[in-house]
């Protein structure tokens, strides 16, 4: 058994020779590691790459830029050991994630992904915890009391409100091609790719053990605007097609869940709350038509 970890990169070179050396620095030597440069205006990160000489390390740059979303895509695609991990280039691991992601696959044969614990850091690797970070542990405070979900429950829990940290997760290589839609839905993509391959059959499995460092950068304190509203069209595109989708597979319960998507109506609503302290009047009303939409 292997882990393949292929990162998608496009941002400030320091942080992606942290994660190269995160990945080194492992205790077990069962991985491989490729990094897909979409095309960074700079060469420091090859340079430093290639000035390792580690055979288990590839650097490839795409023909052309890609974006963000398309080059995420792109490496879900490129595994080629049994399990497949699509890190964020400014994040990290510690030293036994390999160790503790391959023995929770051994643990559960049936799983077809595995939920480590993570550490979410900022942008100087220190220890930070936002709002986003706090609702997503009560969120999870359910799943986490399990070692292991099946896909029903899993789905569940996650229709009431997303608190995966996709970049942390380890895929089963092969249940990847039962991503349906791989470049839809944008923000919320990596939890279709989580659905998608739960109904495939397989397990979700947790464990606790800190093992990544998750990067969350200072938000920014702008006003929400138009770009924040078409995120939440997408995520209730994404729950209205999931409502469907779960019903054909008969996950009648968490189908429902889909539907009402409790934690996504409450964040609507937030937003809405702030642009009306903002005195945005036109963007609150249009923000309370989202939360209480019907899907």
Request: proline residues 4%.
């Amino acid at each position: 058994m292997s882990i393949h970890f292929v990162v998608p990169y496009y941002l400030d070179p320091r942080f992606l020779v942290e994660l190269v050396d995160s990945v080194r620095a492992q205790t077990s030597d069962r991985w491989r590691l490729t990094i897909v440069d979409d095309r960074y205006p700079d060469t420091t990160a090859e340079e430093y790459v290639r000035g390792l000489g580690d055979p288990r390390i590839e650097y490839v740059r795409n023909e052309r830029n890609l974006g963000a979303t398309g080059n995420v895509c792109k490496c879900m695609t490129l595994g080629k050991e049994e399990y497949l991990v699509v890190m964020g280039a400014d994040d990290a691991l510690e030293p036994r994630y390999v160790e503790v992601v391959l023995e929770a696959f051994r643990r559960h044969p049936d799983a077809v992904m595995v939920h480590p614990g993570v550490v979410v850091v900022d942008g100087q690797g220190r220890p930070t915890d936002s709002l986003a970070d706090r609702i997503k542990r009560m969120a999870a405070r359910s799943a986490w009391k399990h070692a292991e979900l099946d896909g029903p429950a899993a789905a569940t829990s996650l229709m009431n409100g997303n608190w995966l940290y996709v970049p942390a997760m380890a895929f089963r290589n092969d249940a990847v091609p039962r991503i349906k839609r791989l470049g839809e839905f944008g923000s919320i993509a990596d939890l279709a790719w989580c659905i998608d391959m739960l109904i495939g059959g397989g397990t979700l499995a947790l464990d606790q053990t800190p093992v990544f460092r998750y990067r969350r950068h200072a938000e920014s304190h702008s006003s929400l605007g138009a770009k924040n509203v078409q995120r939440f069209d997408e995520e209730q595109r994404y729950y209205a097609a999931a409502a469907e989708q779960l019903e054909e597979a008969g996950w009648h319960k968490a189908a429902r869940a889909a539907k009402f998507h409790l934690l996504c109506r409450g964040h609507i609503t937030k937003s809405a709350l702030d642009a009306a302290v903002a005195r945005d009047l036109k963007l609150a009303k249009s923000l309370v038509e989202r939360a209480v939409r019907r899907v």
